[in-house]
Protein backbone atom coordinates (compact mmCIF):
# COMPACT_ATOMS: atom_id res chain seq x y z
CA UNK A 1 0.00 0.00 0.00
CA UNK A 2 1.13 3.21 -0.84
CA UNK A 3 1.72 5.64 1.87
CA UNK A 4 0.89 9.27 1.47
CA UNK A 5 3.27 12.22 2.73
CA UNK A 6 1.48 15.15 5.44
CA UNK A 7 2.76 17.98 3.27
CA UNK A 8 0.68 20.73 2.16
CA UNK A 9 -0.11 20.62 -2.12
CA UNK A 10 1.22 24.03 -2.04
CA UNK A 11 1.69 25.49 -5.98
CA UNK A 12 4.55 26.97 -7.03
CA UNK A 13 3.51 30.33 -8.76
CA UNK A 14 5.43 33.15 -9.88
CA UNK A 15 3.11 35.48 -7.63
CA UNK A 16 5.07 34.22 -4.98
CA UNK A 17 8.40 34.87 -6.00
CA UNK A 18 7.39 38.39 -6.50
CA UNK A 19 6.06 38.36 -3.46
CA UNK A 20 9.08 36.71 -2.08
CA UNK A 21 11.10 39.27 -3.56
CA UNK A 22 8.92 42.11 -2.39
CA UNK A 23 9.19 41.40 1.37
CA UNK A 24 12.10 39.79 2.15
CA UNK A 25 14.74 41.74 -0.69
CA UNK A 26 12.55 44.86 -1.14
CA UNK A 27 15.80 47.08 -1.76
CA UNK A 28 17.58 44.83 -4.65
CA UNK A 29 17.15 46.79 -7.34
CA UNK A 30 16.84 45.93 -10.91
CA UNK A 31 18.44 48.31 -13.88
CA UNK A 32 16.99 48.47 -17.24
CA UNK A 33 18.05 51.25 -20.09
CA UNK A 34 16.11 53.44 -22.69
CA UNK A 35 17.32 55.52 -25.52
CA UNK A 36 21.38 56.24 -25.23
CA UNK A 37 22.29 54.11 -22.58
CA UNK A 38 20.01 55.94 -19.73
CA UNK A 39 20.01 53.82 -17.00
CA UNK A 40 16.57 53.41 -15.25
CA UNK A 41 17.29 51.25 -11.36
CA UNK A 42 13.69 50.30 -9.95
CA UNK A 43 13.83 48.39 -6.31
CA UNK A 44 12.00 45.11 -5.87
CA UNK A 45 9.19 46.20 -3.83
CA UNK A 46 8.35 49.67 -5.77
CA UNK A 47 8.64 46.70 -9.28
CA UNK A 48 6.19 44.63 -7.26
CA UNK A 49 3.81 47.54 -6.66
CA UNK A 50 4.08 48.45 -10.79
CA UNK A 51 3.47 44.91 -11.19
CA UNK A 52 0.35 44.50 -9.48
CA UNK A 53 -0.50 48.11 -10.93
CA UNK A 54 0.41 46.76 -14.71
CA UNK A 55 -2.07 43.45 -13.73
CA UNK A 56 -4.88 45.93 -13.02
CA UNK A 57 -4.84 47.96 -15.77
CA UNK A 58 -4.47 44.80 -18.15
CA UNK A 59 -7.53 43.75 -16.74
CA UNK A 60 -8.98 46.53 -17.10
CA UNK A 61 -8.43 46.12 -21.20
CA UNK A 62 -9.92 42.62 -21.00
CA UNK A 63 -6.84 40.15 -20.45
CA UNK A 64 -8.48 37.22 -18.26
CA UNK A 65 -6.57 34.05 -17.42
CA UNK A 66 -5.06 32.16 -20.50
CA UNK A 67 -4.57 35.07 -22.38
CA UNK A 68 -1.35 35.60 -24.40
CA UNK A 69 0.33 39.16 -24.17
CA UNK A 70 3.14 40.32 -26.40
CA UNK A 71 5.79 42.07 -25.57
CA UNK A 72 7.91 44.06 -27.83
CA UNK A 73 10.72 45.72 -26.44
CA UNK A 74 14.08 45.78 -25.09
CA UNK A 75 15.01 44.96 -21.56
CA UNK A 76 13.40 48.10 -19.75
CA UNK A 77 12.13 47.48 -16.09
CA UNK A 78 8.50 47.84 -17.41
CA UNK A 79 9.25 44.49 -19.17
CA UNK A 80 10.57 43.02 -15.80
CA UNK A 81 7.20 44.00 -14.43
CA UNK A 82 5.08 42.35 -17.21
CA UNK A 83 6.88 39.93 -16.93
CA UNK A 84 5.86 39.01 -13.37
CA UNK A 85 2.04 40.68 -13.93
CA UNK A 86 1.32 38.52 -16.69
CA UNK A 87 1.60 34.36 -15.43
CA UNK A 88 0.97 35.91 -11.92
CA UNK A 89 -2.65 37.25 -12.72
CA UNK A 90 -3.29 34.14 -14.89
CA UNK A 91 -2.29 35.32 -18.29
CA UNK A 92 0.79 34.31 -20.34
CA UNK A 93 3.67 36.30 -21.00
CA UNK A 94 5.62 36.38 -25.06
CA UNK A 95 7.90 37.93 -25.46
CA UNK A 96 8.88 38.50 -28.89
CA UNK A 97 12.39 38.49 -30.36
CA UNK A 98 12.17 42.52 -31.92
CA UNK A 99 15.06 41.44 -34.24
CA UNK A 100 12.85 38.98 -36.27
CA UNK A 101 11.22 39.41 -39.31
CA UNK A 102 7.91 41.05 -39.67
CA UNK A 103 6.48 37.78 -40.94
CA UNK A 104 8.25 36.17 -38.18
CA UNK A 105 6.51 38.71 -35.21
CA UNK A 106 3.02 38.51 -37.31
CA UNK A 107 2.87 34.93 -37.18
CA UNK A 108 4.26 34.58 -33.92
CA UNK A 109 1.74 37.08 -32.30
CA UNK A 110 -1.66 35.26 -35.00
CA UNK A 111 -0.74 31.97 -33.90
CA UNK A 112 -1.45 33.07 -29.80
CA UNK A 113 -4.01 35.04 -30.85
CA UNK A 114 -2.74 37.83 -29.07
CA UNK A 115 -5.15 41.02 -28.18
CA UNK A 116 -3.02 43.26 -25.93
CA UNK A 117 0.77 44.27 -26.89
CA UNK A 118 3.20 46.06 -25.15
CA UNK A 119 5.44 48.29 -27.46
CA UNK A 120 9.02 49.92 -26.47
CA UNK A 121 7.98 53.67 -28.01
CA UNK A 122 11.18 53.00 -29.79
CA UNK A 123 10.31 50.13 -31.55
CA UNK A 124 7.13 51.66 -33.41
CA UNK A 125 8.09 52.17 -36.28
CA UNK A 126 9.08 48.88 -36.89
CA UNK A 127 6.04 47.61 -35.03
CA UNK A 128 3.35 49.43 -36.73
CA UNK A 129 3.48 47.58 -39.75
CA UNK A 130 3.33 44.05 -37.85
CA UNK A 131 -0.17 45.15 -35.10
CA UNK A 132 -1.72 46.59 -38.86
CA UNK A 133 -1.33 42.67 -39.71
CA UNK A 134 -2.36 41.01 -36.65
CA UNK A 135 -6.24 40.50 -36.78
CA UNK A 136 -7.12 39.23 -33.42
CA UNK A 137 -5.23 43.02 -31.71
CA UNK A 138 -7.57 44.95 -29.68
CA UNK A 139 -4.82 46.74 -27.55
CA UNK A 140 -1.21 48.53 -28.53
CA UNK A 141 0.26 49.79 -25.06
CA UNK A 142 2.85 51.84 -25.59
CA UNK A 143 5.27 52.02 -22.53
CA UNK A 144 5.48 55.29 -22.34
CA UNK A 145 4.07 58.90 -20.46
CA UNK A 146 2.47 59.65 -23.23
CA UNK A 147 0.57 58.44 -26.87
CA UNK A 148 2.68 58.99 -30.05
CA UNK A 149 0.67 60.77 -32.48
CA UNK A 150 1.77 59.21 -35.72
CA UNK A 151 0.84 55.44 -35.04
CA UNK A 152 -1.97 55.66 -37.99
CA UNK A 153 -5.08 53.59 -38.03
CA UNK A 154 -3.89 50.15 -37.35
CA UNK A 155 -7.37 48.79 -36.19
CA UNK A 156 -6.84 48.27 -32.71
CA UNK A 157 -7.02 51.07 -29.72
CA UNK A 158 -3.74 52.91 -28.53
CA UNK A 159 -2.71 53.38 -24.88
CA UNK A 160 0.41 54.94 -22.76
CA UNK A 161 1.04 52.52 -20.27
CA UNK A 162 1.65 54.97 -17.63
CA UNK A 163 -1.63 56.52 -18.23
CA UNK A 164 -3.53 53.30 -17.58
CA UNK A 165 -1.25 53.10 -14.39
CA UNK A 166 -1.92 56.42 -13.06
CA UNK A 167 -4.62 55.69 -9.85
CA UNK A 168 -4.34 51.53 -10.05
CA UNK A 169 -4.26 49.81 -6.84
CA UNK A 170 -0.50 48.62 -5.94
CA UNK A 171 -1.57 45.40 -4.43
CA UNK A 172 -3.35 42.67 -6.61
CA UNK A 173 -5.30 39.47 -5.65
CA UNK A 174 -3.08 37.43 -7.04
CA UNK A 175 -5.28 34.09 -8.16
CA UNK A 176 -4.04 30.30 -6.55
CA UNK A 177 -3.27 28.70 -10.06
CA UNK A 178 -2.53 25.07 -11.32
CA UNK A 179 1.38 25.55 -11.44
CA UNK A 180 1.28 23.54 -14.52
CA UNK A 181 -0.11 26.45 -16.39
CA UNK A 182 1.41 28.25 -18.68
CA UNK A 183 3.31 31.29 -17.30
CA UNK A 184 5.55 32.40 -20.54
CA UNK A 185 6.61 31.59 -24.07
CA UNK A 186 9.37 31.77 -25.77
CA UNK A 187 10.23 30.47 -29.23
CA UNK A 188 13.93 29.00 -30.26
CA UNK A 189 15.76 31.12 -32.29
CA UNK A 190 15.84 29.55 -35.69
CA UNK A 191 19.05 28.50 -36.04
CA UNK A 192 19.09 25.60 -38.00
CA UNK A 193 15.39 25.39 -38.83
CA UNK A 194 11.92 27.41 -37.74
CA UNK A 195 11.08 28.41 -34.65
CA UNK A 196 9.36 26.68 -32.17
CA UNK A 197 7.34 27.89 -29.36
CA UNK A 198 8.07 26.63 -26.13
CA UNK A 199 5.57 27.61 -22.89
CA UNK A 200 6.95 27.83 -19.66
CA UNK A 201 4.88 26.60 -16.88
CA UNK A 202 5.18 28.63 -13.38
CA UNK A 203 6.11 24.99 -11.83
CA UNK A 204 9.09 25.00 -14.17
CA UNK A 205 10.18 28.36 -13.74
CA UNK A 206 10.21 28.00 -9.90
CA UNK A 207 12.25 24.83 -10.22
CA UNK A 208 14.73 26.20 -12.86
CA UNK A 209 15.17 29.73 -10.48
CA UNK A 210 15.48 27.25 -7.32
CA UNK A 211 18.48 25.21 -9.40
CA UNK A 212 19.94 28.75 -10.60
CA UNK A 213 20.54 29.16 -6.54
CA UNK A 214 22.01 26.28 -6.05
CA UNK A 215 25.76 26.09 -5.14
CA UNK A 216 26.57 23.90 -7.91
CA UNK A 217 24.74 26.25 -10.87
CA UNK A 218 25.08 30.37 -10.83
CA UNK A 219 24.95 30.01 -7.01
CA UNK A 220 22.79 33.66 -6.73
CA UNK A 221 22.41 34.99 -3.98
CA UNK A 222 21.65 38.20 -2.13
CA UNK A 223 24.03 40.59 -2.21
CA UNK A 224 25.43 39.53 -5.69
CA UNK A 225 25.00 42.28 -8.76
CA UNK A 226 24.76 40.45 -11.87
CA UNK A 227 25.00 41.75 -15.77
CA UNK A 228 23.37 40.21 -18.21
CA UNK A 229 23.63 41.03 -21.78
CA UNK A 230 20.93 38.44 -23.01
CA UNK A 231 17.68 39.97 -24.18
CA UNK A 232 14.54 39.25 -22.03
CA UNK A 233 13.23 37.45 -25.70
CA UNK A 234 15.51 35.26 -25.34
CA UNK A 235 14.69 32.43 -23.24
CA UNK A 236 13.47 35.14 -20.72
CA UNK A 237 16.80 36.20 -20.14
CA UNK A 238 18.19 32.63 -19.39
CA UNK A 239 15.35 32.74 -16.82
CA UNK A 240 17.76 35.73 -14.69
CA UNK A 241 14.92 38.08 -13.78
CA UNK A 242 12.70 35.05 -11.74
CA UNK A 243 16.28 33.82 -10.47
CA UNK A 244 16.91 37.10 -9.04
CA UNK A 245 13.53 37.77 -7.46
CA UNK A 246 13.96 34.82 -5.62
CA UNK A 247 17.37 35.11 -3.70
CA UNK A 248 17.66 39.03 -4.13
CA UNK A 249 20.44 39.21 -6.37
CA UNK A 250 20.76 42.73 -7.76
CA UNK A 251 19.83 42.47 -12.13
CA UNK A 252 21.04 44.80 -15.04
CA UNK A 253 19.45 44.16 -18.35
CA UNK A 254 22.28 45.31 -20.37
CA UNK A 255 19.96 45.64 -24.16
CA UNK A 256 19.55 48.91 -23.76
CA UNK A 257 18.90 50.12 -27.52
CA UNK A 258 15.81 48.13 -28.90
CA UNK A 259 16.19 46.60 -32.22
CA UNK A 260 20.08 46.24 -32.02
CA UNK A 261 21.91 44.43 -29.50
CA UNK A 262 25.03 45.06 -27.31
CA UNK A 263 27.61 44.08 -29.43
CA UNK A 264 30.96 46.72 -29.02
CA UNK A 265 33.58 45.80 -25.97
CA UNK A 266 33.30 49.69 -25.48
CA UNK A 267 29.83 49.70 -23.91
CA UNK A 268 30.55 46.66 -22.05
CA UNK A 269 33.71 48.34 -20.47
CA UNK A 270 31.42 51.18 -19.90
CA UNK A 271 28.62 49.37 -18.28
CA UNK A 272 31.50 47.27 -15.81
CA UNK A 273 33.36 50.61 -14.72
CA UNK A 274 29.63 52.02 -14.04
CA UNK A 275 28.13 49.10 -12.10
CA UNK A 276 31.04 46.79 -11.07
CA UNK A 277 28.86 43.89 -10.81
CA UNK A 278 30.74 41.03 -9.49
CA UNK A 279 28.55 38.45 -11.77
CA UNK A 280 28.23 38.90 -15.47
CA UNK A 281 26.01 36.05 -18.24
CA UNK A 282 26.57 36.48 -21.85
CA UNK A 283 28.07 34.75 -24.81
CA UNK A 284 31.24 33.71 -25.99
CA UNK A 285 31.16 36.32 -29.23
CA UNK A 286 30.15 39.42 -26.48
CA UNK A 287 33.35 38.35 -24.18
CA UNK A 288 35.69 37.97 -26.71
CA UNK A 289 34.54 42.08 -28.27
CA UNK A 290 34.96 42.77 -24.32
CA UNK A 291 38.66 41.08 -23.76
CA UNK A 292 40.12 42.87 -27.61
CA UNK A 293 38.14 46.32 -25.73
CA UNK A 294 40.32 45.48 -22.51
CA UNK A 295 43.76 44.85 -24.40
CA UNK A 296 43.62 48.13 -26.24
CA UNK A 297 41.81 50.00 -23.45
CA UNK A 298 43.25 48.90 -19.99
CA UNK A 299 40.17 49.18 -16.98
CA UNK A 300 40.51 47.09 -13.47
CA UNK A 301 37.58 44.57 -13.27
CA UNK A 302 38.55 42.93 -10.15
CA UNK A 303 35.11 43.01 -8.74
CA UNK A 304 34.04 41.03 -11.33
CA UNK A 305 34.23 37.18 -10.10
CA UNK A 306 32.70 34.73 -12.32
CA UNK A 307 30.96 35.30 -16.13
CA UNK A 308 28.33 33.07 -16.92
CA UNK A 309 29.07 32.12 -20.49
CA UNK A 310 26.41 30.15 -22.93
CA UNK A 311 25.30 29.87 -26.13
CA UNK A 312 28.19 27.94 -27.57
CA UNK A 313 31.51 26.70 -26.09
CA UNK A 314 34.20 29.35 -24.62
CA UNK A 315 37.57 28.94 -27.06
CA UNK A 316 40.33 28.10 -24.75
CA UNK A 317 42.55 31.29 -25.40
CA UNK A 318 39.20 33.21 -24.81
CA UNK A 319 39.14 31.21 -21.60
CA UNK A 320 42.72 31.56 -20.41
CA UNK A 321 42.73 35.45 -21.15
CA UNK A 322 40.23 36.40 -18.54
CA UNK A 323 41.76 33.59 -15.94
CA UNK A 324 45.37 34.40 -16.49
CA UNK A 325 45.53 38.63 -17.45
CA UNK A 326 41.70 39.12 -15.31
CA UNK A 327 41.68 36.86 -12.57
CA UNK A 328 37.87 36.04 -13.80
CA UNK A 329 36.58 33.19 -13.81
CA UNK A 330 34.52 31.75 -16.53
CA UNK A 331 31.93 29.23 -16.19
CA UNK A 332 30.31 28.04 -18.86
CA UNK A 333 26.48 26.53 -19.00
CA UNK A 334 24.77 24.37 -21.76
CA UNK A 335 21.06 24.78 -22.21
CA UNK A 336 18.29 25.29 -25.24
CA UNK A 337 15.02 27.03 -25.02
CA UNK A 338 13.71 23.99 -24.69
CA UNK A 339 15.47 23.56 -21.48
CA UNK A 340 14.36 26.87 -20.01
CA UNK A 341 17.64 27.26 -20.75
CA UNK A 342 20.42 25.87 -18.24
CA UNK A 343 20.63 22.15 -17.93
CA UNK A 344 24.16 22.18 -16.93
CA UNK A 345 27.14 24.65 -15.47
CA UNK A 346 30.62 23.78 -15.62
CA UNK A 347 31.57 24.05 -11.81
CA UNK A 348 34.85 21.92 -11.51
CA UNK A 349 34.71 18.35 -9.10
CA UNK A 350 36.63 19.30 -5.86
CA UNK A 351 38.25 16.25 -5.43
CA UNK A 352 39.91 15.74 -9.20
CA UNK A 353 42.93 17.46 -10.18
CA UNK A 354 44.09 20.66 -11.38
CA UNK A 355 44.44 19.29 -14.73
CA UNK A 356 41.07 17.54 -14.58
CA UNK A 357 39.02 20.18 -13.09
CA UNK A 358 41.00 22.80 -16.04
CA UNK A 359 39.59 20.52 -18.73
CA UNK A 360 36.09 20.20 -17.02
CA UNK A 361 35.76 23.91 -16.78
CA UNK A 362 36.31 23.79 -20.25
CA UNK A 363 33.69 21.67 -21.55
CA UNK A 364 29.95 22.36 -20.32
CA UNK A 365 29.66 21.03 -17.03
CA UNK A 366 27.23 18.38 -15.17
CA UNK A 367 23.82 18.28 -15.04
CA UNK A 368 22.10 18.63 -11.91
CA UNK A 369 20.00 16.44 -9.98
CA UNK A 370 16.74 18.17 -11.87
CA UNK A 371 17.96 17.10 -15.77
CA UNK A 372 18.81 13.53 -16.71
CA UNK A 373 20.81 13.25 -19.77
CA UNK A 374 22.09 10.01 -22.14
CA UNK A 375 23.86 9.52 -25.36
CA UNK A 376 22.39 7.80 -28.30
CA UNK A 377 24.07 7.20 -31.62
CA UNK A 378 22.56 4.90 -34.33
CA UNK A 379 19.50 3.99 -31.56
CA UNK A 380 21.48 2.93 -29.10
CA UNK A 381 22.34 4.43 -25.64
CA UNK A 382 26.41 4.73 -25.08
CA UNK A 383 27.92 4.49 -22.32
CA UNK A 384 29.59 7.65 -19.98
CA UNK A 385 32.77 7.58 -20.69
CA UNK A 386 34.09 10.59 -22.15
CA UNK A 387 34.84 9.39 -25.75
CA UNK A 388 31.49 7.81 -26.68
CA UNK A 389 30.25 10.72 -28.80
CA UNK A 390 26.19 10.46 -30.10
CA UNK A 391 23.28 12.98 -29.92
CA UNK A 392 22.59 14.44 -26.70
CA UNK A 393 19.30 13.75 -24.99
CA UNK A 394 17.49 15.59 -21.87
CA UNK A 395 14.83 14.96 -19.78
CA UNK A 396 13.74 16.79 -16.65
CA UNK A 397 10.95 19.27 -14.92
CA UNK A 398 12.31 22.13 -16.51
CA UNK A 399 12.68 20.39 -19.97
CA UNK A 400 9.58 20.71 -22.19
CA UNK A 401 7.55 17.88 -23.74
CA UNK A 402 6.36 19.21 -26.89
CA UNK A 403 6.18 22.02 -28.82
CA UNK A 404 3.31 24.37 -29.31
CA UNK A 405 1.15 23.32 -32.17
CA UNK A 406 3.31 20.34 -33.51
CA UNK A 407 2.71 17.56 -31.63
CA UNK A 408 4.56 15.65 -34.32
CA UNK A 409 7.87 16.62 -33.73
CA UNK A 410 10.41 13.93 -34.28
CA UNK A 411 12.61 16.24 -31.79
CA UNK A 412 10.72 13.88 -28.82
CA UNK A 413 11.52 10.16 -27.97
CA UNK A 414 10.63 8.08 -25.16
CA UNK A 415 10.00 11.03 -23.14
CA UNK A 416 13.25 12.41 -24.20
CA UNK A 417 13.94 15.91 -25.61
CA UNK A 418 16.84 15.41 -28.88
CA UNK A 419 18.68 18.02 -28.41
CA UNK A 420 20.83 18.44 -31.69
CA UNK A 421 24.00 18.31 -30.53
CA UNK A 422 26.80 16.14 -30.63
CA UNK A 423 28.42 15.40 -27.26
CA UNK A 424 30.20 12.70 -25.36
CA UNK A 425 29.31 12.15 -21.42
CA UNK A 426 32.17 11.47 -19.04
CA UNK A 427 32.26 8.52 -16.28
CA UNK A 428 31.71 11.97 -13.43
CA UNK A 429 28.51 13.40 -15.36
CA UNK A 430 30.26 16.39 -17.18
CA UNK A 431 29.17 16.90 -20.52
CA UNK A 432 31.90 18.01 -23.86
CA UNK A 433 29.47 19.75 -26.78
CA UNK A 434 31.52 17.92 -29.98
CA UNK A 435 29.00 20.20 -32.60
CA UNK A 436 25.68 20.46 -33.59
CA UNK A 437 24.10 17.99 -35.95
CA UNK A 438 23.80 20.14 -38.88
CA UNK A 439 26.60 21.90 -38.29
CA UNK A 440 29.04 18.53 -37.76
CA UNK A 441 31.40 18.00 -41.53
CA UNK A 442 31.32 14.96 -42.69
CA UNK A 443 33.96 14.73 -44.76
CA UNK A 444 35.44 10.81 -46.42
CA UNK A 445 33.57 9.41 -44.03
CA UNK A 446 35.26 11.04 -40.92
CA UNK A 447 33.13 13.94 -38.71
CA UNK A 448 35.35 17.24 -38.28
CA UNK A 449 34.23 19.44 -35.56
CA UNK A 450 33.49 23.23 -36.61
CA UNK A 451 33.81 24.09 -32.43
CA UNK A 452 37.50 22.41 -32.67
CA UNK A 453 38.25 24.26 -35.66
CA UNK A 454 37.10 27.66 -34.24
CA UNK A 455 39.24 27.24 -31.01
CA UNK A 456 42.24 26.28 -33.13
CA UNK A 457 42.32 29.22 -35.36
CA UNK A 458 41.22 32.16 -32.44
CA UNK A 459 45.10 30.38 -31.07
CA UNK A 460 46.57 32.63 -33.53
CA UNK A 461 46.66 36.70 -31.70
CA UNK A 462 45.88 38.49 -35.33
CA UNK A 463 42.75 36.77 -35.17
CA UNK A 464 39.23 38.47 -33.97
CA UNK A 465 36.84 36.14 -34.98
CA UNK A 466 35.77 33.22 -36.65
CA UNK A 467 33.32 30.78 -38.14
CA UNK A 468 33.74 27.12 -39.72
CA UNK A 469 31.19 25.36 -41.79
CA UNK A 470 31.09 22.60 -43.90
CA UNK A 471 31.29 23.09 -47.96
CA UNK A 472 30.91 20.50 -50.61
CA UNK A 473 33.64 18.69 -52.07
CA UNK A 474 33.34 16.44 -54.93
CA UNK A 475 36.70 14.24 -53.76
CA UNK A 476 35.37 14.26 -49.79
CA UNK A 477 31.83 15.09 -49.47
CA UNK A 478 32.34 17.90 -47.53
CA UNK A 479 35.54 20.07 -46.05
CA UNK A 480 35.83 22.86 -44.13
CA UNK A 481 35.56 27.07 -44.59
CA UNK A 482 36.75 28.97 -42.22
CA UNK A 483 35.61 32.73 -42.25
CA UNK A 484 38.03 35.12 -40.64
CA UNK A 485 37.80 38.81 -39.28
CA UNK A 486 40.93 39.84 -38.17
CA UNK A 487 41.61 42.20 -35.09
CA UNK A 488 42.29 45.82 -36.15
CA UNK A 489 45.41 46.49 -38.11
CA UNK A 490 46.36 42.85 -38.03
CA UNK A 491 47.61 40.87 -40.97
CA UNK A 492 47.42 37.34 -42.06
CA UNK A 493 47.22 35.05 -45.13
CA UNK A 494 45.22 32.10 -45.21
CA UNK A 495 48.85 30.19 -45.99
CA UNK A 496 50.10 31.62 -42.51
CA UNK A 497 47.31 30.67 -40.41
CA UNK A 498 46.27 27.36 -42.12
CA UNK A 499 50.33 26.51 -41.43
CA UNK A 500 49.41 27.69 -37.84
CA UNK A 501 46.95 24.63 -37.25
CA UNK A 502 50.00 22.35 -37.63
CA UNK A 503 50.15 20.11 -34.79
CA UNK A 504 46.59 22.14 -32.97
CA UNK A 505 44.46 19.51 -35.18
CA UNK A 506 45.10 16.82 -37.18
CA UNK A 507 46.52 17.38 -40.44
CA UNK A 508 43.43 15.95 -42.42
CA UNK A 509 41.46 18.21 -40.77
CA UNK A 510 42.67 21.43 -41.82
CA UNK A 511 40.69 23.63 -43.45
CA UNK A 512 40.60 23.78 -47.31
CA UNK A 513 38.94 26.75 -47.63
CA UNK A 514 39.41 30.63 -46.23
CA UNK A 515 37.58 33.52 -46.66
CA UNK A 516 38.80 37.12 -44.59
CA UNK A 517 35.12 39.44 -43.66
CA UNK A 518 34.80 42.37 -42.20
CA UNK A 519 32.02 40.72 -40.22
CA UNK A 520 30.95 37.30 -39.77
CA UNK A 521 27.03 37.01 -40.12
CA UNK A 522 25.60 36.26 -36.74
CA UNK A 523 21.73 35.76 -35.30
CA UNK A 524 19.67 37.69 -33.58
CA UNK A 525 21.07 36.33 -30.37
CA UNK A 526 24.45 36.84 -30.77
CA UNK A 527 25.35 33.16 -33.00
CA UNK A 528 27.08 32.87 -36.35
CA UNK A 529 24.71 32.34 -38.56
CA UNK A 530 25.61 29.75 -40.21
CA UNK A 531 22.44 28.82 -42.51
CA UNK A 532 23.27 32.40 -43.87
CA UNK A 533 27.02 31.54 -44.22
CA UNK A 534 26.49 28.24 -46.31
CA UNK A 535 24.00 30.25 -48.57
CA UNK A 536 26.47 33.47 -49.13
CA UNK A 537 28.88 30.56 -50.05
CA UNK A 538 26.55 29.24 -52.53
CA UNK A 539 25.92 32.57 -53.96
CA UNK A 540 29.86 33.31 -54.29
CA UNK A 541 29.70 36.35 -52.54
CA UNK A 542 32.96 35.00 -51.04
CA UNK A 543 36.40 36.19 -51.73
CA UNK A 544 37.93 31.89 -51.33
CA UNK A 545 41.74 30.92 -51.15
CA UNK A 546 42.00 27.01 -51.27
CA UNK A 547 44.73 25.90 -49.77
CA UNK A 548 46.29 22.47 -50.12
CA UNK A 549 49.96 20.96 -49.04
CA UNK A 550 51.45 21.62 -52.19
CA UNK A 551 49.80 25.08 -53.40
CA UNK A 552 51.36 28.32 -52.19
CA UNK A 553 49.54 31.71 -51.90
Known amino acids: MTVLGTMLDTPLLVSRILEHAAE ?9 FVGDLEP ?24 RPGDVVGILSGSRTEVVEAMFALPAMGAVALPVN ?11 LSDNRVGVVLVDPELLPAVLPVAAQVESLRHLVVVDSRIPTDCGDIGAEVHALEALLDG ?18 AYTSGTTGASKGVAYTHRSIWLHSMQMSMAESAALRSGDTVLTTVPMYHVMSWGLPYAAFMTGAGLITARPRPGRVINTGHDMADLLREFRPNKMATTPA ?14 PIGHLSEVLVGGSPVPEALFDAFVERHGVTIMQAYGLTESSPIATFARPDPHSSATRRRAQMLGQGRFPAGVKARIVDGGRVQHNNGWSVGELQIRGPWVTARYLGDEASDRFVDGWLRTGDVASISPKGYLD ?16 STVELEHAVL ?38 LWEGLEGVVENWKRPDHW ?35 EASD
Open 286 to 299: TLQRLLRRLETHPQ
Open 433 to 448: VVDRVDDIIASGGELI
Open 459 to 496: LDDRVAEVAVVGVPDERWGNRPLVLVQLKTGATASARA
Open 40 to 63: RPVRYDVLASRAAATAHALAGLGV
Open 168 to 185: QPTTYPWPDLDERSAAAI
Open 98 to 108: VLRSVEFMVSV
Open 24 to 32: RHGGSTVTG
Open 515 to 549: AFVDHIPQTTVGKFDKIRIRARHAAGDYEITTIAP
